[in-house]
C-alpha cells in the first residue's frame, strides 16, 4: 500500500482532458514538500514530467501540467494523444525519506 | 548530459546477496549537488524507492529495506553500487539507478531486471 493514493486508472478519448490525482497527507505533500510527476512507457524506465509542483522539463509538451493545494497534487493532460497511454506516479517526501504513489495506467481510448 | 546504466547479475538464489552497479557518464559521480540513487519496480508493480548517497558519502535508506541495503560509490570508476542481502523472491524487481537531485529522480537508467530463484 503506497503512502501516496493514485487511482489506478483513467480513461479518455484523443483530444479530451483528463486529470490524476495524489493525495498524501499532513505528514508529506501537507508539511510542503513538492510533488514531482512520472511518466513510464510501456517497457521503459520512468521519466521525469512535472517538477516542482508545476514545472516542465525541457521538452515536455505543455499540454501536461500540474498542481498542489493542501494535502493533494494533480497531473493534467489536455489534447488527450495516443502517444499518452503509460503509467503516471507522483513522488514526494515525509519524515521517512522518499515516497511514490502506487501510479495510474492512463489508456486512451 | 548525465547519462546511467545499470549492470550485474541478473538471476540470484533465496538468501544471497544481490549486487548491482551503476555507471555514470557525461558528469563526474562526485559533483556536488546531486545524489545518486535506487528505485525498485517488482513486475506489474509501482515504484519503490531503495535508497540513496550523497557526494559526500551519507547515505540514506529506506526503512523496510534498511537492514538489508548498502549503497557506496566508486568515484575511480565514476560509478556506484547497491547490494541487498538476505533476497527472496519479493525482491524480485527491475532495478533502477538514478541520479537524485532537488529531491527529484533525473535522469533514470534504463533499468535491470533481478530474478530471485533457486
Known amino acids: 500500500q503506497s503512502v501516496l493514493t493514485q487511482p489506478p486508472s483513467v480513461s479518455g478519448a484523443p483530444g479530451q482532458r483528463v486529470t490524476i490525482s495524489c493525495t498524501g497527507s499532513?505528514?508529506?505533500?501537507?508539511?510542503?514538500?513538492?510533488v514531482h510527476w512520472y511518466q513510464q512507457l510501456p517497457g521503459t524506465a520512468p521519466k521525469l514530467l512535472i517538477y516542482?509542483?508545476?514545472n516542465r522539463p525541457s521538452g515536455v509538451p505543455d499540454r501536461f501540467s500540474g498542481s498542489k493545494s493542501g494535502t493533494s497534487a494533480s497531473l493534467a493532460i489536455t489534447g488527450l494523444q495516443a502517444e499518452d497511454e503509460a503509467d503516471y506516479y507522483c513522488q514526494s517526501y515525509d519524515s521517512s525519506g522518499v515516497v511514490f504513489g502506487g501510479g495510474t495506467k492512463l489508456t486512451v481510448l | 548530459q548525465l547519462q546511467l546504466q545499470e549492470s550485474g547479475s541478473g538471476l540470484v538464489k533465496p538468501s544471497q546477496t544481490l549486487s548491482l552497479t551503476c555507471a555514470v557518464s557525461?558528469?563526474?559521480?562526485?559533483?556536488?549537488?546531486?545524489?545518486w540513487s535506487w528505485i525498485r519496480q517488482p513486475p506489474g508493480k509501482g515504484l519503490e524507492w531503495i535508497g540513496y548517497?550523497?557526494?559526500?558519502?551519507?547515505?540514506y535508506y529506506n526503512p523496510s529495506l534498511k537492514s538489508r541495503v548498502t549503497i557506496s560509490v566508486d568515484r575511480s570508476k565514476n560509478q556506484f553500487s547497491l547490494k541487498l542481502s538476505s533476497v527472496t523472491a519479493a525482491d524480485t524487481a527491475v532495478y533502477y539507478c538514478?541520479?537524485?537531485?532537488?529531491?527529484?529522480?533525473?535522469?533514470w537508467g534504463q533499468g535491470t531486471l533481478v530474478t530471485v530463484s533457486s
Open positions: 538514478a541520479t537524485h537531485w532537488d529531491r527529484r529522480f533525473d535522469p
Open positions: 548517497i550523497y557526494h559526500s558519502g551519507s547515505t
Open positions: 516542482g509542483n508545476s
Open positions: 557525461g558528469g563526474s559521480i562526485s559533483s556536488g549537488g546531486y545524489s
Open positions: 499532513s505528514s508529506n505533500i501537507g508539511a510542503g514538500y513538492d
